[in-house]
């Protein structure tokens, strides 16, 4: 089973700023690397597939970048409604398919 | 537009099973490439996959999960049914259906249902 590691747990960033959240898998994954956004009582949304590939509707201050065991989503400008939990998920080798434990962005 | 939603039992007994379905709209099981999985999240804790079914029936399970675990499909409803057998406590969580991106590739899933929270206690 391929684990995802995430880091730091706990981003503190002040509204304006640029956010840099990492994502290390315990093998390669190729591109096959999505993130996801959670805020509190929702369900994730989609951000980034294929490592880089902003899903429909995502703004672009969203990016990720990426292959093989390192990847990193930048949010360039936190905006108020950046403030969340963000999970990376590997889709390379599986099943099964597997998340990372999550970074939450909170506001510095 | 695509839309899913979660039913089931909000409260369970411990070794009971469980039976949650994901009514879904906007998408048909039946089109080449679609899929739905389930994910869950216990409270405060991280997300894990438990299962994804394809269109052409084609099942997967989380191994560690596997011998407790059953998906099926009734596509004339547009529902997807997961089964969890021998409930226990640690099981307590949000449970999410959701919708696979459709992409060559892709296993990561571009909708998502609401969730619904399933406590195991007796």
């Known amino acids: 089973e391929i684990v995802m590691t995430q880091s730091p747990a706990t981003l503190s960033v002040s509204p304006g700023e640029r956010a840099t959240l990492s994502c290390r898998a315990s093998?390669?994954?190729?591109?096959?690397l999505a993130w996801y956004q959670q805020k509190p009582g929702q369900a994730p949304r989609l951000l980034i597939y294929g490592a880089s590939t902003r899903a429909t509707g995502i703004p672009a201050r969203f990016s990720g970048s990426g292959s093989g065991t390192e990847f990193t989503l930048t949010i360039s400008s936190l905006q108020s409604e950046d403030f969340a939990v963000y999970y990376c998920?590997?889709?390379?080798?599986?099943?099964?398919?597997?998340f990372g434990g999550g970074t939450k962005v909170e506001i510095k | 537009q695509i839309t899913l939603k979660e039913s089931g039992p909000t409260l369970v007994k411990p070794t009971q099973t469980l039976t949650l379905t994901c009514t879904f709209s906007?998408?048909?099981?039946?089109?080449?490439?679609?899929?739905v999985g389930w994910i869950r999240q216990p409270p405060g804790k991280a997300l894990e996959w438990l299962a994804l079914v394809y269109w052409d029936d084609d099942k997967r399970y989380s191994p560690s999960l596997k011998s407790r675990l059953t998906i099926t499909t009734d596509t004339s409803k547009n529902q997807v049914v997961l089964t969890m057998t021998n409930m226990d406590p640690v099981d307590t969580a949000t449970y999410f259906c959701?919708?696979?991106?459709?992409?060559?590739?892709?296993?990561?899933?571009?909708?998502w249902g609401q969730g619904t929270l399933v406590t195991v206690s007796s």
């Open positions: 093998q390669s994954v190729s591109s096959d």
């Open positions: 906007g998408f048909s099981l039946s089109t080449s490439g679609v899929g």
């Open positions: 959701a919708h696979r991106l459709i992409c060559s590739g892709c296993r990561s899933f571009d909708f």
């Open positions: 998920q590997q889709y390379n080798d599986w099943p099964p398919l597997t």
